[in-house]
C-alpha cells in the first residue's frame, strides 16, 4: 500500500514541488533530489526515443549527459536487443511452447545479436527438436577460437559447473538440462509470473536477476498470459537508482518502491509538467521502472555526484554512438501495440 503523507491537494497540483516524503510498505522515505530527476529523465530519454522513431534528424535532445552517453530505452521490450528478440527470435520459427521457450533461453544466455546470427547461419534453423550438442558447440568453439566474442557485456551469464572446460559449453548443457527436465511445461503451467521465476530459479547460476530477466524475455511470448504489473524483482543497478532517490531507508522494500512509482507515474509526470504518452499509450511497467532506476542511477553520477548509491561507481562507463539505423518497434502482438509488421 502507497500514498502520499501530505495532508494537502493532490500531487498535480503542487506547482513542480517534490513530496517531502511518502509512505511506501508502511516506511515514510524522504525523496532526494535523484527523484525528479528520475521523473525528468524518463520523460527525455522517452523522447529521444519518440524523435529517433518518426525518422528525424538528430540530435534529439539538448540535454548534455544524454548526448554524450549511452542510456537504454524507458521501455525494456524497445530496446534493440529486445527488439530483435521479439522479432527475430520468439515471434520468428515454429510456434509451438517447447521451440519458442528453447530460442528464448538460447539467445538471452549469450545476450548478442552477432551469436544468434551466426548459430541461425550455420543451422538453417534453431530448433530444439534437431538440437544436437555437438553441432552447436563446433558452430560457437570455431568463431570462439576465430576471436569472436560470444557474449554481450550487457550484464553477466555466470557458467555453471556441467562439467565442460568452456563457458558456453556449460550453457549448452544448462539449456539441455532445462529441457529435458520439464521446465517449458512447468512456467506454461505456472499460476502466477513469480511461479514461473522461480521454476528458472532452481536452475544452477541463474540468480534472482537472471531469473527474473528470463522470465519476463519469456512472458513477450504469446503462450504466457502474465502482466508486466504482476512481479518485479529489483537488480543490483535499481537497488543503486533506488538509494539515491530515497536513501537507506528504502533498503529491503525496493519491490515496494518500484511499484510506488508504476502506480503514481501520471502524477508525478504531471507534477513537473512533463509530456509522458508512454509506449503508443503503455504505461510504464513494473520491468520498466525497475530498469529506469538503473538508468538514473548512471545519468545521477554526472548529474548529482554528491548523491551516494550503493556501489560507489562515479563514472559512466559507455559513451553515446550515434547511428543512422532504423530504429525498429515491433512489440508483442497480445500487447495491441503494432500498427504493422
Request: glycine share 8%; with cysteine.
Amino acid at each position: 500500500m502507497v500514498s502520499l503523507l501530505q495532508d494537502r491537494q493532490p500531487v498535480v497540483a503542487l506547482g513542480g514541488a517534490a513530496p517531502a516524503e511518502v509512505s511506501v510498505a508502511g516506511r515514510v522515505l524522504r525523496p532526494t533530489v535523484v527523484f525528479d530527476t528520475y521523473w525528468r529523465f524518463a520523460a527525455e530519454r522517452q523522447a529521444v526515443y519518440e524523435k529517433r522513431l518518426a525518422g528525424g534528424p538528430g540530435p534529439w535532445t539538448d540535454d548534455a549527459i544524454l548526448t554524450q552517453h549511452r542510456f537504454t530505452n524507458c521501455f525494456r521490450a524497445a530496446d534493440r536487443v529486445s527488439q530483435i528478440l521479439i522479432g527475430d527470435v520468439v515471434y520468428c520459427g515454429d510456434q509451438d511452447w517447447e521451440e519458442v521457450f528453447f530460442r528464448t533461453l538460447l539467445f538471452k544466455i549469450f545476450n548478442k545479436e552477432s551469436t544468434w546470427r551466426l548459430l541461425a547461419g550455420a543451422l538453417g534453423e534453431v530448433r530444439w527438436d534437431g538440437y544436437d550438442y555437438r553441432v552447436f558447440d563446433q558452430v560457437l568453439s570455431q568463431a570462439f577460437a576465430a576471436g569472436e566474442r560470444l557474449y554481450s557485456a550487457a550484464y553477466i551469464v555466470p557458467p555453471p559447473q556441467l562439467g565442460e572446460e568452456r563457458k558456453h559449453r556449460n550453457h549448452l548443457r544448462l539449456l539441455e538440462m532445462m529441457m529435458t527436465s520439464g521446465a517449458p511445461e512447468e512456467i506454461l503451467a505456472a499460476p502466477t509470473l513469480r511461479d514461473a521465476y522461480e521454476v528458472l530459479l532452481r536452475y544452477p547460476a541463474i540468480g534472482p536477476f537472471l531469473a527474473y530477466q528470463f522470465v519476463i524475455d519469456l512472458n513477450y511470448a504469446s503462450h504466457m498470459p502474465f502482466s508486466e504489473m504482476d512481479y518485479v524483482v529489483p537488480g543490483p543497478g535499481a537497488r543503486d537508482g533506488i538509494r539515491k532517490c530515497f536513501g537507506a531507508a528504502a533498503d529491503g522494500i525496493e519491490a515496494e518502491v518500484i511499484r510506488y512509482m508504476a502506480d503514481t507515474q501520471d502524477e508525478h509526470f504531471a507534477r513537473l509538467g512533463l509530456a509522458f504518452t508512454g509506449l503508443r499509450g503503455r504505461p510504464l511497467q513494473l520491468i520498466d521502472c525497475q530498469n529506469l532506476f538503473c538508468e538514473v542511477d548512471k545519468y545521477a553520477r554526472v548529474a548529482h555526484p554528491e548523491i551516494a548509491g550503493i556501489s560507489g561507481r562515479s563514472r559512466i562507463k559507455q559513451s553515446y554512438r550515434s547511428s543512422s539505423a532504423p530504429v525498429p518497434a515491433w512489440f508483442p502482438p497480445k500487447w495491441d501495440l503494432n500498427e504493422s509488421r
